[in-house]
């Protein structure tokens, strides 16, 4: 179960929230001021916190520039502040996400999700795997599976895949690719044996409804899963 922290000063709000995502099988946690949220943060680990700016005894910008010194845990603002500089300020200091006052609880539930999935996907590549429920990959094991199938990769297709898994959503040239590459003899490998390691990577790990190697012409390729993106 996924825990929560919910700091905002408006009780009606607050038990409001809670309600919601307790329905939605998180544990969330309230409190109504800066003290109170950094007495529960020293006392236990969670999984998200939720923020507003506007607090009774202080600002929710400056509490977690000071906090993310002493403890890792993804943030969302939830405030009222809508000016742009208040929205870029947030995300400079690093948040997931920033939604302004009114929101809907039901699209602010979809972000946590989204967030949690992320950061917990993260944690996991932290520890040498992947997993999106689809595919799945140890990497200090050499193992993998693409659904219920176990696949047989090579090493240079585990290191290819660790290199995308590592930067995901970023466009890796070839020329990365071949400055990172190696095989077995330690050689690095050339143009053409990329090009086929790719083109068998590519036939092991995806079919028609689960594309991970997005070919980005003329620059390099990209690690995003996805549907029905060109080969």
Same mark, same amino acid.
């Given at each position: 179960?996924?825990?929560? *922290?919910? /700091?905002?000063?408006?009780?009606?709000?607050? !038990? $409001?929230?809670?309600? +919601?995502?307790?329905?939605e %099988?998180? *544990?969330? /946690?309230?409190?109504?001021?800066?003290k109170? !949220? $950094?007495?529960?943060? +020293?006392?236990?680990?969670? %999984?998200? *916190?939720?923020?507003?700016?506007?607090?009774?005894d202080?600002? $929710?910008?400056?509490f977690y520039?000071?906090?993310?010194?002493r403890?890792?845990?993804?943030?969302?603002?939830?405030?009222?502040?809508?000016?742009?500089?208040?929205?870029l300020?947030?995300?400079?200091?690093?948040?997931?996400?920033?939604?302004?006052k009114?929101?809907?609880?039901?699209?602010l539930?979809?972000?946590?999700?989204v967030?949690?999935?992320?950061?917990?996907?993260?944690?996991?590549?932290?520890?040498?795997q992947?997993d999106?429920?689809?595919?799945?990959i140890?990497?200090?094991?050499?193992t993998?599976?693409?659904?219920?199938?176990?696949?047989l990769?090579?090493?240079n297709e585990?290191r290819?895949?660790?290199?995308?898994?590592?930067?995901?959503g970023r466009?890796?040239?070839?020329?990365?690719l071949?400055?990172?590459?190696?095989?077995?003899?330690d050689?690095?490998?050339?143009?053409?044996?990329?090009?086929?390691?790719m083109?068998r990577?590519?036939?092991?790990?995806e079919?028609?409804?689960?594309?991970?190697?997005?070919?980005?012409?003329?620059?390099?390729?990209?690690f995003?899963?996805?549907e029905?993106?060109?080969?």
């Amino acid at each position: 179960m996924k825990k929560i *922290l919910l /700091v905002e000063d408006d009780i009606a709000l607050s !038990a $409001g929230l809670c309600f +919601e995502l307790e329905e939605e %099988d998180y *544990l969330t /946690v309230a409190a109504h001021s800066l003290k109170k !949220a $950094g007495q529960l943060l +020293e006392k236990s680990k969670f %999984d998200l *916190l939720l923020l507003d700016v506007d607090l009774p005894d202080g600002n $929710g910008f400056t509490f977690y520039k000071e906090i993310k010194k002493r403890y890792t845990v993804p943030v969302m603002f939830l405030t009222g502040r809508k000016e742009e500089e208040d929205v870029l300020g947030g995300y400079d200091l690093g948040a997931d996400d920033y939604v302004t006052k009114p929101f809907s609880p039901s699209i602010l539930k979809r972000k946590i999700a989204v967030i949690l999935k992320r950061t917990g996907q993260n944690e996991k590549r932290d520890q040498g795997q992947y997993d999106d429920g689809y595919l799945r990959i140890d990497f200090d094991k050499m193992t993998a599976q693409r659904g219920t199938e176990t696949l047989l990769l090579t090493p240079n297709e585990y290191r290819i895949l660790k290199l995308f898994v590592e930067n995901a959503g970023r466009i890796l040239t070839r020329q990365v690719l071949l400055e990172r590459l190696y095989d077995c003899d330690d050689n690095f490998i050339d143009e053409h044996t990329l090009t086929v390691n790719m083109t068998r990577l590519r036939k092991k790990i995806e079919d028609t409804s689960h594309k991970y190697i997005q070919t980005i012409y003329g620059m390099g390729y990209l690690f995003a899963r996805g549907e029905g993106h060109e080969a």
